[in-house]
């Protein structure tokens, strides 16, 4: 079983900054792919970014290309989703995931962590 724990959510003013953190343990095999997701209250699950755990490529959503940044430090087993430039639309709880290949569609991870509350104001 793989656990994943975020952290580093909070609450910012629009134009702010925040970096969430997802520790990693558990896994059996390094070729799965890690990525977050997000979900406002009312609405579905929305992908965020997701990165190749070896290799590290990426693929960002389209509202958030430019402002956020995903990476990986292999070292730690840690994900981390870097958020700049921040909008009230960006408030959500986000979650990190972990599956066997790069997807965008939330059904495609196996593993889920337990959310971090991110709040952004005007």
């Known amino acids: 079983q793989v656990r994943l724990v975020e952290s580093g959510g909070g609450l910012v003013q629009a134009g702010g900054s925040l970096r969430l953190s997802c520790a990693a343990s558990?896994?059996?095999?390094?070729?799965?792919?890690m990525g977050w997701f997000r979900q406002a209250p009312g609405k579905e699950r929305e992908f965020v970014a997701v990165?190749?755990?070896?290799?590290?490529?990426?693929v960002y959503a389209d509202s958030v290309k430019g402002r956020f940044t995903i990476s990986r430090d292999n070292t730690k087993n840690t994900l981390y989703l870097q958020m700049n430039s921040l909008k009230p639309e960006d408030t959500a709880v986000y979650y990190c995931?972990?599956?066997?290949?790069?997807?965008?569609?939330?059904?495609?991870?196996?593993?889920w962590g337990q959310g971090t509350q991110v709040t952004v104001s005007s």
């Open positions: 995931a972990a599956g066997p290949r790069v997807a965008t569609t939330p059904a495609a991870f196996n593993y």
């Open positions: 990165i190749r755990w070896i290799g590290g490529s990426t």
């Open positions: 558990g896994r059996s095999f390094s070729s799965y792919a």
